[in-house]
């Protein structure tokens, strides 16, 4: 691995790639060891936010 890859982007890498594929936050925490729920919400709230993004834009295209 090059050596600007660190442990604490490539976690943050792994959970946001979980989440975008629909991982939910209690198997985030189960995935990254995490305890406290707050952690793992972090990237489902923001995959989600993705999520309902997309289908506003294509609700918006379908439209025009």
Sequence with gaps: MPVECRTHGLRKAGATIAADEGATAHELMAMFG???????????????????????????SNRM
Excluded: C, P, V
């Design 34 to 60: 995490w305890s406290r729920l707050a952690m793992a919400e972090i990237y489902t709230k923001e995959a989600d936010k993705k999520k309902l993004a997309r289908g506003a834009s294509e609700r918006l």
